[in-house]
């Protein structure tokens, strides 16, 4: 076995002792803890020495939305270059550090969010966050793994070109955003990923990685003394605070409209949405139960039982709220035959319109804020997951109590509540709906943006 393999089987192991042992406490109150540095460097600490594992998560404001125009995918290539080598340790002798001392690094850039994450046995905690330093304060960007890592970029972009599922989400997006960040692809186009240079790389490290601008979450086996002084050589010689820059909010443009994207394949991919409603509006959580009724609730929603139990017309049906920083949608995917596309979304429609109209029984809202509810727990899975939600709870500014408020939220939602915002949201007329495929039994009103 490799010292790669060895590292992920031990994680893994760890990993599932912690499943088990988080799963057999649902109960728990879980602490948080804010631990501040001598110099002032911020972070949330759920402690747990159940098992000999860390983990640390993190993020800054400003992702590929921030990618200057014809470098698309500039966030995207940093973050896979910063974990191939830095300060004296070029690419191969980075990651053998890494695999030999079983620590798992890696970082990643969304839209909005540029973000990092660590996991290590406790015994490695110290090379870890150096390692972790390195990586960000240190990157070497040297020109063999530069072109590797464009290589990778690029042939995963011409792999993307005839991904079903790919093109659908690619043409939603740039259809409903045309002059916004949010309508590029995040990895970049090809043209854009050639002409990133090493001084982009540079460039983007220097303006947009800084401490005073993160939110860090941190589980596992540390205690807030021993984890304090770690932050401050962690993070203490970044920047103060990034380059300001500007993303103007923006709402969807493409409303209403049916977009087809021919391909020759037997099952068409079928994305739809439309606005949706921010983190921290007052109704959110209203909102989240209509959509766990809808198509959320994976087999008991109304999608799943109506487009697939009853009728059989596609594999899979869901929708999902999806809050960014500078939009909110209300979106949702489907795959079936092209000759059942129509169908499905007629069906689909109608289920968006009983919702609003018709609303939901109060049995069903019991029903669904039990499950809303009762799952939260398993999201404490591992330590990796919790340092991850301890982020989005700081980003969201839900504060540090969430966890154990959380399930309170969604006890006070009301009929009334649900009902309010089915009417306020819900509007199969404003749909946009993508079609990747040749589906039978619709008729496109748009022509595809390219994306």
Do not use: C
């Amino acid at each position: 076995m490799t010292a790669r393999a060895r590292s992920i089987a031990g994680l893994a192991v760890l990993a599932i002792g912690a499943l088990f042992f988080t799963i057999a406490t649902p109960a728990r109150a879980v602490e948080i803890q804010r631990v501040v540095s001598p110099g002032g460097v911020e972070a949330w600490l759920v402690e747990d020495h159940t098992l000999p594992i860390i983990a640390l998560s993190f993020n800054l404001t400003g992702g590929a939305a921030t990618d200057p125009a014809g470098k698309e995918g500039l966030a995207n290539m940093v973050s896979g270059l910063l974990d191939e080598g830095a300060g004296n340790l070029d690419s191969q002798a980075f990651r053998r550090r890494l695999e030999d001392r079983s620590i798992s690094l890696s970082f990643s850039a969304s839209q909005d969010r540029f973000s990092g994450s660590l996991k290590t046995l406790t015994r490695n905690r110290d090379e870890a966050f150096n390692l972790f330093r390195m990586a960000m304060a240190e990157p070497r960007f040297d020109d063999v793994a530069v072109e590797r890592i464009r290589a990778q970029i690029l042939a995963g972009i011409a792999s993307s070109k005839n991904d079903p599922g790919d093109i659908a989400r690619r043409t939603f997006w740039a259809s409903n955003f045309p002059d916004h960040p949010y309508g590029r692809r995040s990895r970049g186009e090809p043209d854009s990923v050639r002409a990133i240079t090493k001084t982009d790389l540079i460039t983007f490290v220097h303006r947009r990685i800084a401490r005073g601008d993160m939110v860090i979450g941190i589980a596992g086996d540390i205690s807030a003394a021993e984890l304090a002084p770690l932050l401050d050589s962690t993070f203490g010689e970044l920047p103060e605070r990034a380059e300001a820059f500007t993303i103007v909010p923006v709402i969807p443009a493409a409303l209403g409209e049916v977009i087809v994207v021919d391909q020759d394949v037997p099952q068409s991919t079928i994305v739809f949405g439309h606005r949706g409603l921010p983190r921290d509006d007052p109704d959110y959580y209203a909102a989240y139960v209509l959509n766990h009724v809808l198509g959320g609730g994976s087999f008991t929603s109304r999608l799943y039982q109506e487009v697939r139990e009853k009728r059989g017309l596609a594999y899979s049906v869901y929708s999902y709220l999806l809050p960014l920083d500078h939009t909110a949608l209300w979106l949702g995917g489907a795959a079936t035959e092209n000759s059942a596309v129509g169908q499905s979304i007629e069906v689909i429609q109608a289920e968006w319109a009983r919702m609003r109209d018709a609303a939901i029984t109060q049995e069903q809202l019991e029903a669904a804020r039990d499950n809303i509810t009762g799952s939260f727990a398993l999201r404490f899975n591992s330590t990796a997951a919790i340092a991850g939600l301890l982020v989005a709870i700081q980003r969201q500014d839900l504060g540090i109590e969430y966890i154990n408020e959380r399930n309170k939220f969604f006890e006070a939602v009301t009929l009334d509540d649900v009902r309010r915002i089915a009417k306020k949201l819900l509007d199969p007329k404003a749909l946009t709906i993508v079609v990747v495929g040749k589906p039978e039994g619709i008729e496109p009103t748009k022509r595809p943006d390219s994306g």
